[in-house]
C-alpha cells in the first residue's frame, strides 16, 4: 500500500522547499499539525528538534530528517549534565524551556514554549505567584525580564544567527532611510536590538505584522530574523520595501546554515524514506518529553 508522505517546511527553508510543503509555519503551527497528521511518514523540512517535537507528538509516524546535520546552535551549547545540575540549584522554580531544545531538556521542562506563546505562560506563571527559570535561550529570557520586569535566572545559549544582528549596524542602516523606517525582529536577537524594535514576535507573528501594516509603501521595515521568511513577506507583501536588519554596516546576509541543509535532493529522498529517521528516542524519553510539551498546546488552544 501507499504510505501517506506528509512534508512540513520552516519558514527559513527556501522558497523552492516550502513550495514542496503540505504546511509551511512556524515551531507551534508545526508541532500543532504533526500531532493531527495522518501521515505514515512526515518528512520534517526545519532542523532536528522540530522533527523529534513531532515524533514525541505522533509517535505512529515515521518522521524524517532530511539531513542528518540539521542542528541548532541553542541545542548544541547546551550540555544536558550542566542543564540537569543548574535546574536542581533551583529545585522551587518552575523550568520553562524553549522548544529549540533536545527531547533530553525537554523531559528537564515542567514547561514548554515557542515564540507565540512564551509571553502569555510565563505571565500566566507569576499570576499564579510561581518563580521561573528560563532555558536555552539567554536573549529571549533577557527580553523577557527587561519587557515585564521579571527576575528570571537564565540559561546562557544562543541563536548563532539571530545572536548576530547588532545595534550599531542598525543604526547606521536606519540612520541612511530618508523616510520612516521601522524594525520588528524576533525574540532570539540580542536585547539592545530588540529594544528598539516597533514588534518583537514569532516568525508567523513577524509575517502577520507585516501583512497587516497600513503604512505608506515608502517606509522601510528593516527585519530582524533568518532570511528565509523575506520571502513570505514580499509574496504576502510585494508592494512594500522589506529589508533584512544587517548584521554589519552594508551587510543583509544572516541565514541559518541547519535550515538551508534542506536541498531540494534531501528532501526528495526524505520523501522516498531516505535521510535520517527520528526512531533513537525511548519510549520513556517521549514520554517524558511529552508532558511539558502538551501542557503548552492545550494552554494555546
Ligand atoms: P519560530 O517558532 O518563531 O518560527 O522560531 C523558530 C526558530 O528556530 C527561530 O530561529
Ligand atoms: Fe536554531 Fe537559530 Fe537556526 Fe533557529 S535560526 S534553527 S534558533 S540556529
Known amino acids: 500500500m501507499t504510505k501517506r508522505v506528509v512534508t512540513l517546511a520552516h519558514y527559513y527553508t527556501q522558497p523552492e522547499i516550502q513550495q514542496m510543503a503540505d504546511k509551511v509555519g512556524d515551531s507551534l503551527e508545526l508541532s500543532l499539525y504533526a500531532r493531527e497528521a495522518e501521515a505514515d511518514i512526515i518528512v520534517f523540512a526545519g532542523v532536528r528538534f522540530m522533527a523529534e517535537t513531532a515524533k514525541i507528538l505522533n509517535p505512529q509516524a515515521e518522521v524524517i530528517l532530511p539531513d542528518a546535520g ?76 527587561y519587557q515585564y520586569g521579571y ?3 537564565l540559561w546562557s545559549a544562543v541563536c548563532e544567527v539571530h545572536d548576530k544582528f547588532n545595534e550599531a549596524a542598525l543604526n547606521e542602516a536606519l540612520s541612511a532611510v530618508t523616510g520612516k523606517a521601522h524594525l520588528i525582529a524576533h525574540p532570539e536577537s540580542p536585547l539592545p536590538v530588540l529594544k528598539r524594535a516597533d514588534y518583537v514576535g ?79 528516542l525511548s519510549t520513556e524519553q517521549m514520554d517524558a518529553a511529552r508532558v511539558p510539551i502538551e501542557r503548552m498546546l492545550e494552554f494555546s488552544q
Not at 72 to 86: E, H, I, P, R
Not at 216 to 222: A, G, K, L, M, N
Not at 229 to 258: T, V
Open 151 to 153: 527576575d528570571m535566572p
Open 202 to 280: 514569532s516568525t508567523s507573528g513577524m509575517l502577520n505584522w507585516v501583512k497587516q501594516f497600513k503604512g505608506s509603501p515608502e517606509e522601510v521595515i528593516f527585519v530582524a530574523t533568518e532570511d528565509g521568511i523575506l520571502y513570505n513577506m514580499s509574496q504576502a507583501r510585494p508592494d512594500l520595501d522589506l529589508r533584512q536588519a544587517p548584521i554589519y554596516a552594508g551587510c543583509q546576509c544572516n541565514s541559518c546554515p541547519y535550515m538551508k541543509m534542506n536541498t531540494i535532493e534531501a528532501v526528495k529522498r526524505a520523501q522516498q524514506g531516505g535521510g535520517t529517521h527520528i526512531d533513537y
Open 70 to 145: 540539521s542542528t541548532c546552535s541553542l541545542v548544541t551549547q547546551t550540555d544536558v549534565a550542566a542543564l540537569k545540575a543548574w535546574r536542581e540549584e533551583h529545585a522551587d522554580y518552575v523550568h520553562v524551556s524553549y522548544i529549540n531544545s533536545s527531547a533530553e531538556h525537554k523531559a528537564l521542562s515542567d514547561w514548554i514554549v515557542t515564540s507565540r506563546n512564551v509571553d502569555d505562560i510565563i505571565a500566566h506563571l507569576y499570576e499564579q505567584g510561581k518563580k521561573v527559570i528560563f532555558s536555552p535561550d539567554r536573549n529571549m529570557g533577557a527580553y523577557l525580564n
